[in-house]
């Protein structure tokens, strides 16, 4: 499958945006779908992850209350709302899809990736 991450850009701090994940394959509603980030110099950071059928999210606990998961398996796109955006989330974000029920927590647990899209807060 392959993914198309949009919506990043620029921000003032304490603002939003939403990214969207456009998913090629029909079968998208078996994926279990991811997004993750990685800032200058940093490793990749788990987020925020929505079961195959979007009744279960995860969140890192940077961004719980924060960000919110979710997925559209009609128009096979996944979102990530995030609200009261800071400096420390300026990053690349990434989306990624699981297919094995691997951990979600773990890059190693995504099967495919998007290709990022540049999230940059200013202060």
């Known amino acids: 499958v392959q993914l198309q991450a949009s919506g990043g850009g620029l921000v003032q701090a304490g603002g939003s945006l939403r990214l969207s994940c456009a998913a090629s394959?029909?079968?998208?509603?078996?994926?279990?779908m991811g997004w993750f980030r990685q800032a200058p110099g940093k490793e990749r950071e788990f987020l925020a992850a929505i079961s195959w059928s979007g009744g279960i999210t995860y969140y890192a606990d940077s961004v719980k209350g924060r960000f919110t998961i979710s997925r559209d398996n009609a128009r096979n796109t996944v979102s990530l709302q995030m609200n009261s955006l800071n400096a420390e989330d300026t990053a690349v974000y990434y989306c990624?899809?699981?297919?094995?029920?691997?951990?979600?927590?773990?890059?190693?647990?995504?099967?495919?990736w998007g290709q990022g899209t540049q999230v940059t807060v200013s202060s």
């Open positions: 990624a899809a699981d297919s094995r029920g691997s951990s979600i927590y773990r890059q190693d647990g995504y099967d495919y």
């Open positions: 394959r029909r079968t998208f509603s078996r994926y279990r």
